[in-house]
């Protein structure tokens, strides 16, 4: 049997691969055959490398540069997803909107380097505390969204509150967080994420530093 021919895949003179190729037969490799197999190669490297870079490319602009959670664009794809399958097969789901109090005042006495550092700790502290399931997002500013499949209402002001908690614990900051939950009277996962907001203003309003639900069950059949 042939020994394999290794031809190294080059890119900008930079080695980024190698192409094994396995001949069925002996054959006379000559300068021409060699130069044709380079040629071959160079131009694979070149596929892989720009495809690499797509995908680079792609998942910068779903995540935020900052706390390299997912970004609102990514989480707009998920969160249809997940709310098309609770419509379809019945299934749970919940949305966390959570909001830093006073982030502004944090800012304007701290700087705005703390207050970067600020949001990139509490991302690593909702990734701590949420499920491998979940997902959490930066959704603007100083707010965050996390999706919970498979969970119930109930469920999810548990985890509010218990991030609620950690978050002030390992911080001294206080967050407000509004809680969300699939129902069928809902049209769509918009529905969910307006829900989840409006109980986070209800949280601002009636004082910060808490977690507020709202939920849209059906009307009891008659």
Not at 101 to 115: C, M, P, S, V
Not at 141 to 160: C, D, M, N
Not at 195 to 212: F, I, S, T
Request: with cysteine; aromatic share 8%; proline share 3%.
């Amino acid at each position: 049997t042939p020994a394999p021919l290794l031809v190294a895949l080059r890119s900008r003179n930079v080695k980024v691969g190698m192409m094994c190729l396995f001949p069925k037969r002996l054959f006379q490799m000559d300068a021409d055959v060699l130069e044709l197999l380079q040629i071959i190669a160079n131009q694979i490297a070149i596929v892989s490398e720009n495809a690499l870079l797509y995908e680079k490319t792609r998942s910068l602009s779903l995540h935020d540069h900052l706390t390299g959670l997912p970004n609102r664009r990514f989480l707009q794809l998920e969160i249809e997803r997940n709310f098309a399958k609770s419509k379809r097969y019945k299934t749970n789901l919940s949305v966390l909107m959570l909001d830093i109090d006073n982030f502004k005042q944090f800012n304007d006495t701290n700087g705005h380097i703390a207050g970067d550092t600020l949001l990139a700790d509490i991302a690593r502290i909702i990734l701590r505390e949420v499920r491998e399931t979940d997902l959490a997002a930066r959704y603007g500013g100083e707010e965050f969204l996390v999706l919970l499949p498979e969970t119930k209402f109930q469920q999810a002001f548990e985890i509010a509150e218990r991030l609620r908690i950690s978050i002030f614990e390992k911080t001294s900051i206080t967050v407000s967080i509004g809680v969300s939950s699939f129902s069928e009277n809902l049209q769509s996962a918009i529905d969910m994420i307006n829900d989840a907001d409006r109980a986070l203003y209800a949280a601002k309003a009636h004082g910060k530093n808490r977690v507020e639900g709202i939920y849209r069950q059906l009307p009891a059949e008659k």
